[in-house]
């Protein structure tokens, strides 16, 4: 009778120093396994400590407590399928990011990630220390090597792991999303398995943790690089993979092969997963917005209803003189399709007040930008004021584009916790707004149908802080910018790249200084979802002051 092996696949989203709850999870996935045959279940990287953890794992006291959940983890999963799990290790003055076998009651073995990633939002090599090519360990009838993420996307430790006796190789990730990732990820599989010749098992974590989410996607490829079995994206679950022995090697049998959505979907996919488990993992199951009848708030009112409901999404107006008409009927037009609450509070008292204590000191000077930001920053304070009274996170609704030349109102505009479209240029806000009014799949909370009305789509963006203000009066328009933009922030394109490729050098040296010198208002804004390579914040590390200007 040929050989089998059964091994689950735990695709599961944890919580960031939850250390009980990630366990009792793996707990409740172990007991699932045993119940459907398993011979072993597997999780994946850093999965009870959550991922990433960042300095938290220095902190000798967490350090301990999540060494002693694994222990009494094995404990606990004594009886039925082996168990392997993520999380630290330290010992002789090392830390590591480790990768726990759990056998019979006790720990088995343990496996050390090699290379440390230190680019993008990783910087490992600060926090842990690069443990040897470990070999392959033994469960029943089969040896499986073990490189932990970044292990795999290098020959030298998969090729180790081959040479010593590894019959298929089982990848645990904690892989964050960005667009063109999933294809990236089985590109650099499908090689390994080439070089090897062996099975191998991508598994990742899911869920948003602060700006990053790790959209799941695990899949298993059979020598030559034949895919077997592909999860869902974003989505939890078990995978029960069957594997057998055949006279060229162990084999993965074929399973749930799941179809991905296009880079549209799986971008409002991102901002959806962020938001929700940024507010339920810190505690939040309320959320508030100003409203203005633009297409930014607009979009982030969407975002939050597919994310929470819109029972849960209070939207405010905060009309000034300067408030059109057309924005109060959009903003009213966009909640009702939408299904949240509308409040409206006219900041037009609150701004006289604010007119008439400065009057003495203003006196002799002219009205400018001061007295716009004031009104931004009485918008900001009422709907924080909210937001401490009923306890309701304010959302911040600045797009990429906004966000990079300083397009907003420090302490104004910028108040709230997360901002759910932070790494989306204006160009692609458009683009975002009409697909969701074409689109609705299960996982939203919102209604279907046209939720964003055409006219809050097509209309020219305004902030509304004069009369008759447009954005292209203080900036090049959208498409110039984001072209710009995309060239100097994504692609680290010079001056005089932009300029070769037709942009006018005058208005490409105008960006790049707005982006320099917007620096600072970055370093104090909310998080958001991570979308691109270069989102702001961990993928781009730039001193706040900064004389250097690009001479090219």
């Known amino acids: 009778m040929a050989q089998s092996f059964r091994l689950t696949l735990a695709q599961l989203n944890p919580v960031a120093g939850a250390l009980g709850t990630n366990a009792a999870k793996a707990r409740a996935a ?18 009870l400590t959550g991922y990433q953890v960042q300095d938290l794992v220095r902190k000798p006291a967490f350090l301990a407590d999540a060494m002693a959940h694994v222990e009494q983890l094995a404990r606990d999963c004594a009886q039925g399928p082996a168990l392997g799990i993520g999380a630290p290790f330290a010992a002789h003055g090392k830390l590591y990011n480790a990768y726990y076998i759990c056998q019979n009651g006790e720990v088995t073995a343990r496996i050390f990630k090699h290379r440390l990633p230190n680019s993008e939002v990783f910087d490992e090599m600060r926090v842990y220390d690069g443990g040897p090519i470990s070999g392959p360990f033994s469960v029943g009838p089969l040896r499986i090597g073990a490189p932990i993420c970044e292990d795999a996307w290098a020959e030298d430790v998969p090729e180790a792991l081959a040479e010593t006796g590894a019959e298929i190789l089982l990848v645990p990730n904690g892989s964050p999303y960005h667009r063109g990732k999933q294809d990236l990820r089985i590109a650099q599989m499908v090689s390994r398995v080439v070089e090897t010749g062996l099975p191998l098992v991508y598994l990742n974590l899911v869920g948003g943790q ?47 092969r799941a179809v991905h959505p296009d880079e549209w979907e799986q971008d409002y996919r991102v901002m959806v997963t962020a938001l929700g488990d940024y507010l339920a993992k810190s505690g939040f199951s309320r959320v508030l917005l100003g409203l203005s009848g633009g297409i930014d708030s607009a979009l982030v009112a969407a975002i939050a209803a597919d994310a929470i409901g819109p029972e849960n999404v209070r939207c405010v107006m905060l009309p000034s003189e300067y408030t059109s008409p057309a924005s ?7 909640a009702r399709a939408l299904g949240c609450r509308l409040d409206e509070v006219p900041i037009d008292g609150p701004r006289a007040a604010v007119t008439q204590a400065l009057a003495p000191l203003f006196a002799g000077t002219q009205p400018d930008l001061t007295e716009e930001n004031v009104q931004s920053r009485l918008r900001g304070l009422i709907l924080m004021a909210l937001s401490n009274k009923f306890g309701e996170m304010l959302l911040t609704t600045g797009n990429k584009s906004e966000v990079a030349v300083g397009y907003a109102t420090i302490y104004g505009d910028m108040a709230g916790g997360y901002n759910p479209i932070k790494d989306l240029y204006k160009t692609r ?3 975002t707004c009409r697909w969701r009014n074409e689109n609705h799949r299960d996982w939203m909370k919102g209604p279907a149908g046209e ?11 305004s902030a509304e802080l004069r009369a008759d203000q447009k954005d292209e009066d203080s900036l090049p328009p959208y498409p ?12 680290e394109k010079s001056v005089a790249d932009l300029v070769a490729q037709g942009l006018d050098r005058e208005t490409v040296q105008r960006v790049e200084h707005l982006v320099y010198l917007s620096e600072y208002k970055r370093f104090q804004s909310a ?23 690009d001479p090219s």
Not at 452 to 461: E, G, L, N, Q
């Open 30 to 47: 172990w007991q699932e396994a045993r119940r459907a045959g398993a011979d072993m279940i597997a999780f994946p990287e850093m999965f």
């Open 210 to 256: 602060d700006d990053q989410v790790f959209d799941g996607a695990s899949f298993v490829l059979n020598p030559g690089g034949v895919l077997a079995v592909q999860m869902p994206g974003f989505d939890e679950g078990l995978a029960h993979v069957d594997f057998a022995h055949t006279s060229e090697g162990w084999r993965a049998q074929d399973g749930l």
């Open 328 to 334: 109060l009927e959009d903003a009213a037009a966009v």
């Open 429 to 431: 806000v458009f683009q």
């Open 451 to 461: 939720v964003i009305p055409p006219r809050v789509i097509d209309k020219p963006p």
């Open 480 to 491: 110039v910018l984001d072209a710009i933009l995309t060239g100097l922030i994504d692609d």
């Open 527 to 549: 998080p958001g979802a991570r979308l691109t390579r270069r989102a702001f914040w961990l993928d781009r590390r730039y001193p706040i002051v900064n004389r250097w200007r």
